[in-house]
């Protein structure tokens, strides 16, 4: 994992920024909208069903990354910062993975027009965006200082 966030952070899309709660707000607004959207899609199209289920999760993560003040125009390493999140106990383990599974539905079902079933627990997503907005409405300053000094460390 450090090596993959060493290139990503060598690439000029992914960068420490300053933290930026009006944003974190924004993509958080973003995820809670796409959610409701993601209610009028099922039954229709998988291939909607899929980005849609994938950027409910997304906006809601990259809301987070916002907060701490980490850019990234690149869905694999928003990802590795997500795992590396994981390690840091910031989020819970295994939220990466679920990203990791939806973005390869979205892009089979998307770009490759494969149809693939979508499985959506609207329960467990809304739980996820809440999980999400709680971290972000309660993270320290002191703790994302820590997370972006060990982001320098490694990169």
């Known amino acids: 994992m450090v ?4 290139w990503c952070f060598r690439k000029r899309e992914v960068k420490l920024i300053e933290p930026n709660e009006n944003l974190s707000n ?3 607004k973003s995820a809670e909208e796409t959610l409701l959207v993601l209610r009028d899609i099922k039954g229709k199209s998988n291939m909607w ?5 994938y950027y409910s999760e997304y906006f809601a993560l990259y809301a987070l990354l916002m907060r701490i003040g980490i850019k990234s125009e690149i869905h694999d390493c928003t990802i590795e ?7 840091q106990n910031v989020i819970e383990m295994g939220i990466a993975k679920i ?3 939806d973005k390869s539905l979205r892009i089979d079902n998307q ?4 149809n693939k079933k979508v499985f959506v627990d609207y329960n467990n997503l809304r739980d996820l965006i809440f999980k999400i907005k709680e971290i972000i409405n309660t993270i320290t300053n002191e703790k994302i200082e820590e997370i972006r000094r060990k982001i320098r460390e490694i990169v």
């Open 3 to 6: 090596s993959k966030l060493k």
């Open 26 to 28: 924004e993509y958080l």
């Open 49 to 53: 069903l899929a980005t849609t289920k």
């Open 81 to 87: 910062i997500v795992k590396f999140l994981e390690e």
């Open 99 to 101: 990203l990791e599974n």
């Open 111 to 114: 770009y490759y027009l494969k």
